[in-house]
């Protein structure tokens, strides 16, 4: 069953501290991983999307790695923002277009 | 600006009631989306719909309704058979494969 499972669930840091966060999949044939981050009470944005061949990318002071033999993935936030609290949803795709969405990792970035 | 906007922002449904759910794009793209967002859950895929005039059924579709007529909208109806409406609605679109959705705001319906 092509499932994707983050964690931790929730994680609160200070104003300027770095952070990680895990998405490990079952999905198979894998086909791309995209990270987006959605703010309380809006739509989710996209912050990176990665395929097979890629194993990192970054997007300002977001840096997505992907391991596809061990189907992980991880977020790393450098020097966090307030404006960086919301929540993480890791978004994985099969080469036949199904899209499995994790749960979302909910940060709290605290002055 | 282009994006994609959901209407109304807060909805309110009274027993055996349907209720539309509106869904505008100006980003001139083929796929469309509806899912369903619950606390604690992933987003969950209701309805897609990949070109103008088809849509497919996702993985909750019971009690739920789509059209497509036109390439800029996706409206969705939840139906008086959907026993547990009470979630947050999200509307997205995708310009092709391998290319990121696009979501609005989301509408959120309640029971009264």
């Known amino acids: 069953k092509n499932q994707v499972e983050q964690s931790p669930q929730s994680l609160i840091i200070l104003e300027g501290k770095n952070c990680t966060l895990q998405?490990?999949?079952?999905?198979?044939?894998?086909?791309?991983l995209r990270w987006y981050k959605q703010d309380t009470g809006r739509g989710p944005v996209s912050l990176t999307i990665?395929?097979?061949?890629?194993n990192t990318k970054s997007n300002g002071r977001y840096t997505a790695t992907l391991d596809a033999d061990t189907k992980q993935s991880s977020l790393h936030i450098t020097a966090s923002q307030l404006s960086d609290s919301a929540s993480y949803i890791c978004?994985?795709?099969?080469?036949?277009?199904?899209?499995?969405f994790g749960a979302g990792t909910r940060l709290t970035v605290k002055p | 600006d282009g994006g994609i906007t959901q209407s109304p922002k807060y909805l309110f449904r009274k027993e055996g009631q349907n209720v539309t759910l509106s869904c505008e794009q100006n980003?001139?793209?083929?796929?469309m989306y509806w899912y369903r967002q619950d606390p604690g859950q992933g987003l969950r895929l209701i309805y897609y719909?990949?070109?103008?005039?088809?849509?497919q059924k996702g993985d909750i579709a019971e009690g739920y309704s789509v059209s497509r007529e036109k390439k800029e909208s996706f409206p969705l109806t939840v139906t008086s058979a959907q026993k547990n409406p009470t979630a947050f609605y999200l509307c997205?679109?995708?310009?092709?494969?391998?290319?990121?959705?696009?979501f609005g705001d989301g509408t959120r319906l309640s029971i009264l």
């Open positions: 978004v994985v795709s099969a080469r036949n277009n199904d899209m499995r």
């Open positions: 719909s990949q070109i103008v005039n088809d849509f």
């Open positions: 998405c490990n999949y079952t999905v198979s044939p894998f086909s791309n």
């Open positions: 997205a679109s995708s310009g092709g494969y391998n290319q990121p959705q696009h």
């Open positions: 980003l001139n793209h083929d796929a």
């Open positions: 990665m395929t097979f061949s890629e």
